[in-house]
Nanobody
C-alpha cells in the first residue's frame, strides 16, 4: 500500500514563500510520476504541477507557472513543491499524488490518472 505524507504548509503573507514536501513509501518511487494538486473551499481539486518518474517532463498550471517549482529526490522518495511570490488565491489544501501508470511517458494533469493521494496540507496566504 502506497502512503504519501505531505508537510510544509502554513500561513504566509502575500509575496512570501513555502516549500511543501511529500514523502512516499510502499512501492518503487522512482518508477512513477508525481503530482501536486490543490483544493480551495467550494472549488474542485485542480492541477498544480507534475513531474515525470525520471525527473523531467515537468508541467505546471498556468496560474503557478514562473512562481512554483516542482522537483523530486528519488533517493529520498520525496517530491517537493517550492512556492514563491504567493498570492491570496493560492490559499488551498495542497495534495500530492502518485501516478497510477508505471513510467508514464508524459505527465497528466487529470486527477483520474493518480490513484494514491496524501492527506493534504493547508496553505494560507494572507493579504
Amino acid at each position: 500500500q502506497v502512503q504519501l505524507v505531505e508537510s510544509g504548509g502554513g500561513l504566509v503573507q502575500t509575496g512570501g514563500s513555502l516549500r511543501l514536501s511529500c514523502a512516499a513509501s510502499g512501492r518503487t518511487f522512482s518508477d512513477y510520476a508525481m503530482g501536486w494538486f490543490r483544493q480551495a473551499p467550494g472549488k474542485e481539486r485542480e492541477f498544480v504541477a507534475a513531474i515525470k518518474w525520471s525527473g523531467g517532463g515537468i508541467s505546471y498550471a498556468d496560474s503557478v507557472k514562473g512562481r512554483f517549482t516542482i522537483s523530486r529526490d528519488n533517493a529520498k522518495n520525496t517530491v517537493y513543491l517550492q512556492m514563491s511570490s504567493l498570492k491570496p488565491e493560492d490559499t488551498a489544501i495542497y495534495y500530492c499524488a502518485a501516478d497510477r501508470s508505471w513510467r508514464r511517458s508524459t505527465v497528466s494533469p487529470s486527477t483520474l490518472e493518480y490513484n494514491y493521494w496524501g492527506q493534504g496540507t493547508q496553505v494560507t496566504v494572507s493579504s
